[in-house]
């Protein structure tokens, strides 16, 4: 089982910035993990954020947030640095990691396809 434990999360101005933090533990991190950050806004569908290969390190990211948030990866820690942050920002924030997916599987996943998730971290933006 995989354990994955988000932090980082709080509030924040129009314009500032964020760091947020997951620690993976359990079962060890192998070849073909892709993992990646999720956000869900109240009333809101489920949005990919941004996902790394642990293999490659290629990173993907969703539309909205290219430019201004970085995903990186260090041994069993995933990060994500959030610059230049917009109320548009504001939601809950999960870590992700999805199993048996090679670098092609990664280019695609939708967040319906991660296998294991954390219990989440709240990122508030405010105008």
């Known amino acids: 089982q995989v354990q994955l434990v988000e932090s980082g999360g709080g509030s924040v101005q129009a314009g500032g910035s964020l760091g947020l933090s997951c620690a993976a533990s359990g079962y060890t991190i192998r070849s073909d993990v892709c993992m990646g950050w999720v956000r869900q806004a109240p009333g809101k569908e489920r949005e990919g954020v941004a996902r790394i290969h642990t293999d490659t390190g290629t990173v993907y990211y969703g539309d909205s947030v290219k430019g201004r948030f970085t995903i990186s990866r260090d041994k069993n820690m995933l990060y994500l640095q959030m610059n230049s942050l917009e109320p548009e920002d504001t939601a809950m924030y999960y870590c992700?990691?999805?199993?048996?997916?090679?670098?092609?599987?990664?280019?695609?996943?939708?967040?319906?396809?991660?296998?294991?998730w954390g219990q989440g971290t709240q990122v508030t933006v405010s105008s």
């Open positions: 992700a990691a999805a199993y048996w997916a090679p670098v092609l599987r990664c280019s695609t996943l939708t967040p319906d396809q991660y296998n294991y």
